[in-house]
C-alpha cells in the first residue's frame, strides 16, 4: 500500500520558517523523481518543488525560488521542503508525492502564514 506521510505544519508569522517533512512508503522511493504541492481553497494542487530521484536536480516555482530547498534521503524514504521567508501568499495545504502521480494523496500539512 502506498502511503504519503505529510507533517510540520503549523501557524507562523511572515518571515519565519517551516520545514515540512514527507514519510513515504510502500514504492521503491529510491526510482521516482518527488515533489511538493500545494493546495489554496477551492483551487487545484499546484507543483511547488520537485527533485530528480537521485536529488541531483531541483526545480522550483517562480514565486518560491530563492526562499524553498526541497531535499530528499532515498536511505529513509524522505523528502523535505525547507521554507523561509514565508509569505501570508503561502498559506496552503502542502502535499508531497511522486511527480505527475494524481493518486495516494496523503492527508496533506496545512501552513498558515499570518501575524
Known amino acids: 500500500q502506498v502511503r504519503m506521510v505529510e507533517s510540520g505544519g503549523g501557524l507562523v508569522q511572515p518571515g519565519g520558517s517551516l520545514r515540512l517533512s514527507c514519510a513515504a512508503s510502500g514504492i521503491r522511493f529510491d526510482l521516482y523523481d518527488m515533489a511538493w504541492y500545494r493546495q489554496f481553497p477551492g483551487t487545484q494542487r499546484e507543483l511547488v518543488a520537485r527533485i530528480t530521484h537521485d536529488g541531483g536536480t531541483t526545480h522550483y516555482l517562480d514565486s518560491v525560488k530563492g526562499r524553498f530547498t526541497i531535499s530528499r534521503d532515498n536511505a529513509k524514504n524522505m523528502v523535505w521542503l525547507q521554507m523561509n521567508s514565508l509569505k501570508p501568499e503561502d498559506t496552503a495545504v502542502y502535499y508531497c508525492?511522486?511527480?505527475?502521480?494524481?493518486?495516494?494523496w496523503g492527508q496533506g500539512a496545512q501552513v498558515t502564514v499570518s501575524s
Open positions: 508525492n511522486r511527480l505527475f502521480f494524481d493518486q495516494d
